[in-house]
């Protein structure tokens, strides 16, 4: 999967990666899979 965040930065994870979102304000991001293949992800939110 490559996330793209608002500032243009691309980042690219495989499995078994872990992204922290910190920062969950502004423009937003963009998720893609990577050679169209089929993924799945959970999302936890921390308080």
Same mark, same amino acid.
Do not use: C, Q, W, Y
């Given at each position: 999967?490559?996330?793209? &965040? =608002?500032d243009g930065t691309?980042? *690219?994870?495989?499995?078994?990666?872990?992204?922290?979102a910190e920062d @969950? &304000? =502004?423009?937003?991001?963009?998720? *893609?899979?990577?050679?169209?293949?089929?993924?799945?992800?959970?999302? @936890? &939110?921390?308080?």
């Amino acid at each position: 999967m490559e996330i793209e &965040t =608002g500032d243009g930065t691309v980042r *690219r994870f495989g499995p078994g990666d872990i992204m922290l979102a910190e920062d @969950i &304000t =502004g423009r937003g991001h963009i998720s *893609r899979a990577v050679n169209h293949r089929p993924r799945k992800s959970i999302f @936890i &939110t921390l308080d």
